[in-house]
């Protein structure tokens, strides 16, 4: 069996992965970050730690076949804080998996690597990337460096463009970008047992009959989504969409609001428009 380590195991999906792989009794080595992680098994493989730090890393990825790398900033932040975590923890990372031979890593990418697009769009792998912010533009970067990873160390990646990973979808935009839990476990055991990924970007989302996302690459990787947004759109169409005007006409939601500054019609004194603190 593969050995398998995920960072930002404390974080909202690291959580439900980490309790889903322990539960089946895959095995795994656990990481958070600056707060210990309490065992969930007797034994279990925990540690903690700042993956800026080349030995903190060393020690996630000694003896791992494929690494599921979800720490790192999760929402937009004020820029050094992304460069931080998003850039240099990153580089970190990857130089780590040279050094332990580390053969696979599963990049969370996100859906705000596109999220200038409008709603309208319908977008296949290939698209010309639009961050909505600089939390969306890290994970350009770290699209980037996966690929030049792979290109030149030979070190193969899956960049999952993550939706929406939510329990349940709860709002209008769910219903396009919503990446259901079981089929990200689903993601991941494929990403785990694929052959010959090499490089690979593919869209995080379920099978939504109202997706903005063609997957077609994703048979490379045997991914086949079962959950669907669509069983739920009736309760969710029923009440108000949280989203303000903005929010409503762009893939990446509530995230172009901040610090948008176009004058666009239909955003003045949008709540949505705070100043991002550079
Ligand atoms: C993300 O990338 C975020 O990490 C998550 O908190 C959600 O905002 C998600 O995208 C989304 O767009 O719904």
């Given amino acids: 069996m593969k050995k398998i380590a995920l960072s930002g195991a404390g974080g909202q999906l690291g959580s439900v992965v980490r309790a889903a792989m322990i539960a089946r009794g895959t095995p795994l080595r656990s990481a958070a970050g600056s707060k210990a992680l309490t065992p969930l098994v007797e034994g279990e493989d925990v540690m903690h730690g700042d993956l800026r730090d080349p030995a903190v890393v060393d020690r996630l990825l000694e003896g791992v076949d494929v690494l599921i790398h979800f720490a790192g900033t999760s929402v937009e932040r004020p820029l050094p804080e992304i460069i931080e975590n998003?850039?240099?923890?990153l580089v970190e990372v990857y130089?780590?998996?040279?050094?332990?031979?580390?053969?696979?890593?599963v990049f969370a990418s996100s859906n705000h690597a596109i999220g200038m697009y409008p709603v309208t769009e319908r977008l296949s792998l290939d698209c010309e990337l639009r961050p909505d912010g600089f939390y969306g533009l890290s994970k350009v970067w770290g699209e980037a460096l996966a690929r030049m990873y792979w290109d030149k160390h030979g070190i193969e990646s899956v960049c999952v463009r993550i939706g929406s990973c939510l329990e349940r979808p709860s709002e209008p935009?769910?219903?396009?970008?919503?990446?259901?839990?079981r089929d990200l476990m689903h993601f991941l055991d494929r990403c785990v047992e694929a052959e010959n990924v090499g490089f690979l970007t593919i869209w995080g989302v379920?099978?939504?009959?109202?997706?903005?996302?063609?997957?077609?690459?994703?048979?490379?990787?045997?991914?086949?989504?079962?959950?669907n947004s669509e069983d739920y759109a009736e309760e969710i169409l029923a009440r108000p969409n949280p989203l303000d005007a903005l929010g409503?006409?762009?893939?990446?939601?509530?995230?172009?609001?901040?610090?948008?500054?176009?004058?666009?019609?239909?955003v003045h004194g949008s709540a949505a428009q705070a100043a991002r603190p550079l």
């Fill in 95 to 105: 130089e780590g998996a040279r050094r332990q031979g580390v053969k696979r890593i």
């Fill in 248 to 266: 409503q006409r762009f893939q990446g939601g509530s995230f172009v609001g901040i610090d948008y500054s176009r004058d666009d019609a239909g």
């Fill in 173 to 181: 935009r769910h219903l396009s970008t919503w990446f259901g839990h």
């Fill in 206 to 227: 379920s099978a939504n009959t109202r997706s903005w996302w063609d997957n077609s690459g994703a048979e490379r990787l045997g991914y086949q989504p079962t959950q």
């Fill in 86 to 89: 998003n850039l240099r923890g």
